[in-house]
């Protein structure tokens, strides 16, 4: 070993390439977990999408853009994808503006407001299938909601089972479930709120309905776009729900996308057109979450 | 989903890269275990499987059988998901509705070689099963639907059950039984709004057809479907004869006069429990008739030991055990479609039950409705029917509607 080899070696491994080479090492397993369990998948599911592909026959065959022409054609397209805006929209809308009456109401210094903040967060930390299932025995057209109807004299509809109501009642659903995640992170935003900003406006003579639209609103408004994004991308997925409660009937009212592609592909063996729907499924969430993050700059406060 | 559907991606993946689900018999040297998927996880069955196994043992020391048992709301599903994830079951029962999925794909290997005396086979059980003459799967049980009535809660309505067993008596007294106890009427179990399939034991007797038997023309449109559900619309909404959408009511807890269901079913009726008996269908309009469910056992061709599952379908169903599986699944085997062999392995069903139901149900009865693309057909039908089911529907209309939707289906 001479003096000059270690002298080199000390050249190439300075201080920066070592920090470099660890933080490779430690990000490594992050690193390989979205690659094989991300990246690769989304690839393949475009590679799927260009394929006729039914498990049964054991048939994989190219089709170039084939399965691209059958979405624009097929006729049931238009009315998932309606299904799909009337839940999402209908679930943010309710969502959001609950999560935040709510937080806004708990975030009173009253006594008893911890009971309330627990009462309501509690439904996200339960088994979305357990609280799926209970709501559908609730909802049954002699289930636990129209036998209270029954008793202050209301003949209740029969809520799963008729077109009109039976995407509203997925949708409270599951408003009920997870409006208390929305809340905790208003709750947060809420108090995060500097008081001198109320104390200064109270003294320039404000209502509270001011205060609440030129204070409380633009300083939580980070806070908006995270849980609108978050419920939005997260409506887009809902499954469980729709396969437990209607599996996309009455009719095909609450087939949303989601559903739809489930069908396609696991029950109706068409693996490529399933494909086909979920890089239709993927488009809309990118470009959903690009025009809420343009949005920020319009309307999100930012301190700094 | 899309999280499942790339999690099922990535297992193909890495299976094509380790070069598994292959389909030939490489590992035929050494021990090999067979897997068979089941809809049963009933204690009863899983015992007698697992006692055919046992001996089958005996004489092939190398083989180990493992009956798998999935739910049956997704039983196909998951089925074929497990073949796309390359891990498809050696052998695998088959429900009726997608028998001409699997039958016609080429999944299946061809079991001419693998049933002992073929031809005992009653050819009303096959037919469902057969690709250019070849027998793809076999039937394993060939269950008629019948009435099973609750004694008890009719005697305490204070009604007789009909003599003359018409559809128009029984929905009359269904009806009236329901109103006096406060309980339901007639269930046709497992339909629940949802799996029409099932409706088949109702519309058949006007002599209605869901398809023509090429399965290329339509019969919701056509008058003894449209009599028929009009006679059923008006059973439901206004006679309250069965239960309305949505309502839960299970026959064999006592919560329901009468239900149509397969007599394989008698096994959930407690010795100790309510009074029954069991009839077969009642006649409709058209005369008598009868239905059959059945399901089909399968050889994989992707399972990874093709040649010794169809070593072990041969065991499995030979007449020997075909007689031991009779007590809980009718055998599709001529010689024992008597009252006697079925008289033995159902001792809850008298003689006379056994061959109304059961034996004349075999030899003539129609299987359940099947298409190749049930899945996607079924699920077309079932949204065209479900504005059928509320007061005042428009019949003719929503029929000529569930037509529309299937037409091009049916074509494919």
């Known amino acids: 070993m001479s003096g000059g080899s270690a002298l080199i070696r000390r050249r190439y491994w300075t201080t920066r390439r070592r920090d470099q080479l660890t933080a490779y090492v430690f990000i490594t397993p992050a690193l390989f977990g979205s690659l094989v369990f991300v990246f690769l998948p989304l690839v393949l599911v475009v590679w799927y999408s260009l394929h006729e592909w039914n498990v049964l026959a054991d048939t994989f065959n190219f089709v170039g853009a084939e399965n691209y022409r059958k979405l624009a054609d097929d006729p049931n397209v238009p009315a998932v994808l309606r299904a799909t805006a009337f839940f999402s929209i209908g679930l943010v809308v309710l969502n959001l503006a609950l999560a935040l009456l709510l937080a806004v109401l708990l975030n009173q210094k009253l006594r008893g407001t911890t009971v309330f ?11 979305l299938l ?8 609730l909802l049954q057209d002699n289930g636990g909601i129209n036998g209270l109807l029954d008793t202050i004299g209301i003949d209740g509809p029969n809520w799963l089972r008729s077109g009109g109501t039976a995407m509203a009642s997925v949708v409270v659903v599951q408003v009920f479930k997870n409006v208390g995640l929305n809340m905790v992170l208003f709750l947060a935003a809420l108090q995060g709120v500097p008081q001198d900003l109320y104390e200064a406006a109270r003294t320039d003579g404000a209502s509270p309905w001011t205060i609440f639209r030129r204070i409380t609103l633009p300083l939580i408004s980070p ?8 419920t939005v991308v997260g409506s887009l997925q809902v499954f469980a729900q729709i396969s437990v409660l209607t599996q996309g009937g009455p009719g095909t009212s609450t087939t949303v996308l989601v559903y739809y592609l489930y069908q396609q592909a696991f029950q109706f063996h068409a693996f490529g057109y399933g494909a086909t729907l979920s890089v239709l499924l993927f488009l809309i969430v990118l470009a959903l979450t690009v025009l809420q993050w343009q949005m920020r700059k319009r309307w999100v406060f930012h301190e700094h | 989903m899309r999280r499942l559907l790339s999690g099922i991606a990535t297992a193909a993946l890495l299976c094509s890269l380790a070069a598994c689900g292959g389909g030939d018999d490489a590992g035929s040297d050494g021990p090999i275990t067979l897997r068979m998927t089941t809809w049963s996880a009933n204690p009863a069955h899983v015992q007698l499987f697992d006692s055919i196994a046992a001996e089958y043992k005996t004489s092939h020391p190398d083989v180990t059988v493992k009956f798998d048992a999935l739910p049956i709301d997704n039983y196909t599903t998951t089925v074929t998901t497990q073949i796309a994830g390359g891990n498809a079951p050696d052998i695998a029962w088959i429900l009726e509705g997608s028998a001409p999925d699997f039958v016609a794909s080429g999944a299946l290997e061809p079991l001419d070689d693998s049933i002992e005396n073929a031809a005992d086979l009653a050819p009303a059980a096959t037919a469902l099963w057969k690709q250019d003459g070849k027998l793809m799967a076999y039937p394993f049980s060939t269950s008629p639907f019948g009435v099973f009535v609750n004694t008890d809660l009719l005697k305490q309505a204070g009604v007789t ?16 039984v329901a109103a006096k106890t406060g309980k339901q009427g007639l269930v046709v179990r497992d339909f629940d709004y949802k799996d029409w399939t099932n409706l088949a034991t109702v519309f058949r007797g006007w002599g209605a057809e869901a398809w023509s038997a090429d399965g290329k023309t339509c019969g919701f449109d056509q008058q003894p479907m449209v009599d028929a559900m009009t006679f059923l619309h008006k059973a439901i909404f206004t006679g309250k004869a069965l239960p309305a959408p949505g309502v839960a009511a299970d026959f064999f807890a006592g919560e329901s006069a009468m239900t149509i269901a397969q007599i394989s079913r008698t096994s959930l009726l407690e010795e100790d429990g309510f009074g029954w008996t069991l009839v077969p269908l009642p006649a409709g309009p058209s005369g008598e008739y009868s239905v059959i469910g059945q399901g089909g056992l399968g050889v994989l061709k992707k399972g990874k030991n093709a ?9 499995f169903t030979s007449p020997a055990n075909s007689e031991k599986l009779a007590q809980f699944f009718p055998p599709p085997r ?5 009252a006697q062999t079925l008289a033995k392995a159902n001792p809850l069903l008298k003689p006379e039950q056994l061959q109304n139901v059961v034996i004349d149900g075999i030899a003539d009865g129609v299987v359940k409705p099947s298409h190749t693309g049930s899945a996607e057909i079924n699920q077309a039908v079932r949204a065209g029917l479900d504005p059928l089911w509320k007061p005042g529907a428009d019949v003719p209309a929503v029929l000529k509607g569930v037509c529309t939707a299937i037409t091009p289906l049916l074509a494919k």
């Not at chain 1, 357990?130 to 025995?137: K, Y």
């Not at chain 1, 806070?223 to 978050?230: E, R």
């Not at chain 2, 003359?164 to 009806?175: I, L, P």
């Open chain 1, 117 to 127: 903040r627990v009462l309501f967060f509690s439904p996200v930390v339960v088994s």
């Open chain 1, 130 to 137: 357990a609280w799926t299932i209970v709501w559908g025995f």
């Open chain 1, 223 to 230: 806070t908006i776009l995270l849980t609108s994004i978050i």
């Open chain 2, 161 to 176: 059950l009909p003599t003359d067993w018409t559809w128009e008596n029984a929905v009359a007294a269904a009806s009236t």
């Open chain 2, 307 to 315: 040649s010794a599952a169809a070593e072990f379908v041969k065991f």
């Open chain 2, 334 to 338: 001529q010689s024992q479609l008597t």
